[in-house]
């Protein structure tokens, strides 16, 4: 697999290889030095046109324990700022050797666009609206520790789904691996022919919450307010935030996600965030084991050899 | 190529035109057609151009060519845009006024046209509805009237105030029937800003997918009708330009039915892409009006065989190579279509050639006023703008190949049938044996 941009990459075959590969890697991170030399000599660069210190600093660790070369490109203090089109900045980068490049972007498709021109491997860490597939692997992989399995699973993706890249990745993960995804947002939130993405739709979570095994709350915009999308964020939190009186309906097993950072009070209560249902943590920290299979997938010796052979 | 003086005959095709379909030589001179008949004997020194198994029409006529020239020249200049309408059998070319500065004033037509002066077609400057395209304040429509400018239009964007264009209307009225009157047309980009503001493409099933802001259709649905309407109470004619969608095909065939006096066109790319194209991220099929659906082109399509559609336009818009690089939101908007719009229309759409003439020579002609000169029937007297189509030909469209000084082709390595041969302009051939004379 040269390039990882969207979780259709990958099939149900290349998610569940991720998910082995990556319970190996947890187990290196449990080491006193939490360190392999399975990318070593290989350089990856983080080419980040957007903020992001979770999801760059999750990359870079993995990197790092793989044993990798790491270089880090931030858009505000390059070139672009002085007008270097995207292209004329992947060939830069390309010049100075590297092996691999992991892009996060405002623009939808970029990723694409850079894999289009790069000879490395390109690895998407997040595309405007359209897709951030190593997230969604964390979350299937942090579903999957519970030890449930994902056939008829109910999973309820909840809010701006319409904007989401989370939501649009998890659909496809999910729906690959046989659960049964319902979207649940208002119309202004949710995409045109939002039922074609292959899930179901509903616009009242509390006739959802009941059948919920996993709520996954997505994180509300405040600019969503003033785009006429929502009349406020109060009135968002009434009606899709899990408050606690929300979370006494969702059954006891169920799992409550949420990709971060969280927006207390609007997607959810401060008071439910210690409810022990809530899996966040756990998101986070199997954000270096799950990059770190999709780094050695990519770039390991057994890429090496399938792309030689 | 000698002198116009000579007399030069286009031998062994077959001459299409209003009055139907004859195998005829047709003979010309001084910039004129002399002779049309089955068989011209070529006097000593004339010029023969071989037109056996190839189809003679009158030279194609674009309502709607971006030549970027003032103020644009690295995309294109109005020379190279010239040049690539003569490969594609044009003989004239309406160029639109979105440029820097705007075509706004007598001013800048002077310089259009000066800089047209030579070139391989005629170049018919339109003119911006509104001061620098801005949409506020009447451009000066009797002076630019009284120049000869035939089409007013604000393309790139539609005049979005419902106050402001009634008024345009209302003034043209009254252009229209004064003394000397100059009849004028309305051209409008129908695309309601407050709708379509943040999206790059069709707002629908793949808009979705890609995680792409859309323009819904409603956008330009719903200037078609403010437009409809207002045209209703002013009498004006409004011409819609590209329009891109079923509802709007619909509702410009009911205003038709009313008596309305209202034209529209659409481009080659409306109906022989879809938004699908768009699953690449790749900023060639970034348009305003963007590609649709395939209900859509069906629909198009539909207009264009039952006659609710008069034109076939291109919407030439030449770019930069560099900046379709950039990703999908942030790239400008357009694709170049001069020299592959009558091969298109020829390949795709189930038409007789007839038809398809009609739509991109006579009726074209008729719109913008210029049917005294181009579009006209085959016949002795007439000006010799003129293009000979090889039906037959096969050939691979490549960006790059393309006379355009740039190469966003949207068709990229497409097979299509039918190319044209040569192409005559005033009595020259601007195109022989498929390469551009000048």
């Known amino acids: 697999m040269k390039d990882l941009l969207t979780i259709d990459d990958l099939g149900a075959a290349g998610i569940e290889e991720i998910m082995v590969t990556a319970d190996s890697f947890a187990e290196v991170c449990r080491r006193p030095v939490p360190k392999v030399p399975a990318l070593r000599g290989k350089t990856v660069v983080s080419m980040f046109f957007e903020d992001s210190t979770r999801t760059r600093n999750s990359f870079d660790t993995a990197a790092k324990r793989l044993s990798a070369d790491t270089m880090n490109f931030s858009a505000s203090a390059s070139s672009v700022s002085k007008g270097e089109s995207l292209r004329d900045t992947v060939e830069t980068i390309e010049a100075m050797g590297v092996d691999a490049i992991i892009v996060r972007h405002k623009s939808s498709g970029a990723p694409q666009q850079v894999a289009n021109w790069a000879t490395a491997s390109v690895i998407n860490a997040g595309d405007g609206w359209h897709a951030h597939p190593t997230q969604a692997l964390v979350d299937a992989y942090t579903i999957r520790q519970e030890g449930r399995s994902f056939d008829g699973l109910t999973i309820a993706i909840v809010g701006d789904i319409s904007h989401s890249r989370v939501a649009r990745s998890n659909i496809e993960a999910f729906g690959e691996l046989g659960a049964e995804v319902t979207l649940v947002a208002p119309p202004t939130l949710l995409p045109s022919h939002a039922e074609k993405l292959g899930a179901k739709v509903s616009y009242d979570l509390d006739s959802v919450i009941g059948d919920t095994d996993v709520l996954y709350l997505l994180r509300m915009q405040r600019e969503r307010m003033d785009q006429a999308l929502v009349p406020s964020l109060g009135e968002y939190h009434r009606s899709f935030g899990l408050t606690p009186e929300r979370a006494r309906r969702l059954p006891a097993g169920s799992l409550i996600m949420h990709p971060g950072p969280m927006n207390r009070g609007i997607e959810i209560s401060p008071e439910v965030i210690a409810d022990p249902r809530v899996r966040v943590l756990n998101q986070v920290s199997n954000g270096v084991p799950v990059r770190m299979a999709v780094l050695y997938l990519v770039l390991g010796s057994a890429a090496q050899d399938r792309s030689a052979a | ?438």
């Not at chain 2, 800089?115 to 391989?120: E, F, L």
């Open chain 2, 1 to 438: 190529m000698t002198g116009s003086g000579a007399l030069h005959i286009l031998r062994g095709g077959t001459v299409i035109d209003q009055s139907g379909t004859r195998r005829a030589d047709v003979s010309w001179q001084h910039g004129r057609i002399a002779e049309v008949a089955e068989s011209i004997d070529p006097p000593i020194g004339s010029e023969i151009l071989d037109a056996s198994d190839a189809i003679v029409l009158a030279g194609l006529v674009d309502l709607h060519a971006h030549l970027r020239e003032p103020g644009r020249e690295e995309a294109e200049t109005i020379e190279t845009g010239a040049r690539g309408g003569a490969l594609g059998g044009y003989t004239a070319l309406v160029a639109m006024p979105n440029t820097t500065p705007a075509i706004d004033c007598p001013s800048v037509v002077r310089d259009v046209l000066a800089m047209a002066v030579g070139v391989a077609c005629e170049v018919i400057p339109s003119a911006a509805m509104t001061v620098q395209r801005k949409g506020e304040l009447l451009t000066p429509m009797g002076e630019l009237a009284a120049m000869g400018v035939r089409i007013f239009t604000d393309d790139g964007d539609g005049v979005q105030d419902p106050a402001l264009m009634r008024r345009i209307m209302e003034y043209a009225t009254g252009l229209a029937n004064s003394t000397g009157g100059q009849p004028v047309v309305l051209a409008q980009h129908c695309e309601v800003a407050a709708l379509s503001a943040g999206g790059y493409m069709h707002e629908g099933e793949w808009s979705s997918r890609l995680g792409i802001g859309g323009q819904p259709t409603e956008a330009e649905t719903l200037m078609i009708v403010r437009d409809i309407v207002l045209a209703r109470r002013t009498g004006a004619h409004v011409h819609f330009q590209h329009v891109s969608t079923a509802e709007g095909i619909d509702l410009v065939r009911q205003a038709k039915s009313e008596g309305l006096n209202v034209t529209c066109e659409v481009t080659t790319h409306h109906f022989t892409l879809t938004d699908a194209a768009c699953a690449s991220y790749d900023p060639v099929f970034k348009v305003h009006p963007p590609l649709r659906t395939d209900a859509d082109v069906a629909a198009i399509k539909a207009g264009l065989v039952d006659g609710t559609v008069d034109a076939i336009a291109t919407d030439h818009a030449p770019h930069e190579p560099h900046t379709k690089e950039a990703p999908f939101d942030q790239a400008p908007p357009g694709m170049l279509g001069l020299e592959s719009a009558i091969s298109l229309a020829l390949t795709e759409l189930d038409l007789p050639i007839e038809r398809i003439a009609a739509l991109l020579s006579w009726q074209p002609a008729s719109i913008a006023g210029i049917d005294d000169r181009h579009g006209r029937p085959i016949a002795p007297g007439e000006p010799a703008n003129l293009c000979v189509l090889d039906p037959n030909e096969r050939w691979t469209i490549s960006g790059a190949a393309m006379a355009s000084r740039s190469q966003n082709s949207p068709y990229e390595g497409r097979e299509v049938r039918g190319r044209i041969r040569h192409t005559i302009f005033n009595g020259e051939a601007t195109v022989l044996a498929g390469e551009a004379t000048q």
